[in-house]
């Protein structure tokens, strides 16, 4: 069966520290992958998303990065945080068909102080 | 503006209640439409899912219906529990790849 991790949980970094967050995707191959933020009271916010090793497509103007070394990971990082964004960060993964589903990792609580 | 918007934003029913969920979105070309149940602090779980020629799924107490002609889903919880508290997601996937949009979210908080 296909699992998913997001890791850390939890992370509170300072304003202009770097930032990491991993999701690696198990049981499946060539997945689409993405990551999504979500504000308190907020619908997912779409950030990025990825049909492949090395290919990114970022959805809105931001602070952040993403990148794709290998075929289930994917990494969203950041070389200076800013304040606004804290927020809940969630990896998902989906296959390509039409009754595609997304499915979604545990989430990442981010707060920059 | 958000193309896939739900109703009520926020809920509170008592528990072994009836409540239904509503969700109206605008995006096209339109693959499917699912509902997602998110506790608090966790990743979205699917509930059902709905293509275009699907106008009801069951998931348990969980009932979803699809108007694909007037765009509108909705989301029936029967015999509500303490469980069901959490935030029901309306995502509407775009086309066949598997891009989505979702709705804000209707938070649930079921009573004793």
């Known amino acids: 069966s296909q699992t998913i991790h997001q890791w850390p949980a939890t992370l509170v970094q300072p304003v202009g520290s770097p930032l990491s967050l991993e999701c690696t995707v198990e049981?499946?191959?060539?997945?689409?992958l993405y990551w999504y933020r979500q504000a308190a009271g907020r619908g997912l916010q779409l950030l990025f998303y990825?049909?492949?090793?090395?290919?990114i497509s970022s959805e809105v103007p931001q602070n952040l990065s993403a990148s794709r070394p290998q075929d289930r990971q994917f990494i969203l990082s950041s070389k200076k945080l800013l304040l606004s964004d804290s927020g809940f960060y969630l990896c998902?993964?989906?296959?390509?068909?039409?009754?595609?589903?997304?499915?979604f990792g545990q989430g990442t609580r981010l707060t920059v102080v | 503006k958000n193309q896939v918007e739900q109703s009520p934003q926020s809920l509170i029913i008592l528990e072994g209640k009836n409540c239904t969920l509503q969700?109206?979105?605008?995006?096209?070309?339109?693959?499917?439409l699912r509902w997602y149940k998110q506790d608090t602090g966790r990743g979205p779980v699917s509930l059902t899912i709905?293509?275009?020629?699907?106008n009801t799924k069951s998931n348990g107490r969980y009932t979803a219906t699809l108007d694909a002609d007037t765009k509108q889903s909705s989301l029936h919880i029967t015999a509500s529990q303490l469980s069901d508290s959490a935030s029901y997601i309306c995502?509407?996937?775009?086309?066949?790849?598997?891009?989505?949009?979702f709705g804000a979210g209707t938070q649930v908080v079921v009573t004793p």
């Open positions: 995502v509407v996937a775009t086309d066949s790849w598997g891009k989505f949009q």
């Open positions: 049981g499946t191959s060539n997945p689409n």
């Open positions: 990825s049909v492949g090793i090395g290919q």
């Open positions: 969700c109206n979105y605008t995006v096209s070309p339109f693959s499917n």
């Open positions: 998902a993964w989906s296959m390509v068909n039409w009754r595609a589903e997304a499915f």
């Open positions: 709905m293509t275009f020629s699907e």
